[in-house]
């Protein structure tokens, strides 16, 4: 099974590779790293500890050895853009299976698009994990 998600659900996606019935993952503009947020107004409702920002931020665990496909918009904010750039280059380094495709001119909303036709980017991109 190819997991995708987008946002939180890019964050699900890299969270959740090591399940045993995922096979591969699709990683939409996801958020990675989880500390950042402590110093927002976001946290007021997360409310997040140290050990579940440790625990939850797929930066700081374990690299997965199955195919993540990492997906951000240029015009992302700078984190979001970060986050998936680094992520693929700690994958990278460990020489895991997974592309870093950056869709030009998309937003954190925009992205999305990709997946209205068989041509889009993302659309072809899970494509390919499902071989």
């Not at 946002?7 to 950042?36: D, K, N, Y």
């Not at 374990?62 to 280059?89: C, F, Q, W």
């Not at 999305?112 to 899970?126: N, Y």
């Amino acid at each position: 099974m190819v997991l995708s998600g987008w946002s939180a659900g890019g964050h699900l996606t890299a969270q959740c590779l090591g399940h045993p019935r995922v096979s591969a993952g699709l990683a939409i503009s996801g958020v990675f790293e989880l500390g950042p947020i402590r110093d927002t107004y976001l946290n007021e409702k997360l409310r997040l500890s140290d050990d579940e920002i440790e625990t939850l931020s797929p930066l700081r665990l374990p690299m997965v050895n199955k195919p993540l496909a990492i997906t951000y918009g240029t015009a992302e904010l700078p984190p979001l853009v970060g986050d998936s750039r680094v992520l693929h280059e700690k994958r990278a380094a460990q020489h895991l299976q997974g592309a870093l495709i950056p869709v030009a001119g998309a937003d954190h909303f925009t992205i999305t698009h990709e997946l209205r036709d068989a041509s889009g980017v993302l659309t072809r991109q899970a494509l390919l994990l499902v071989d």
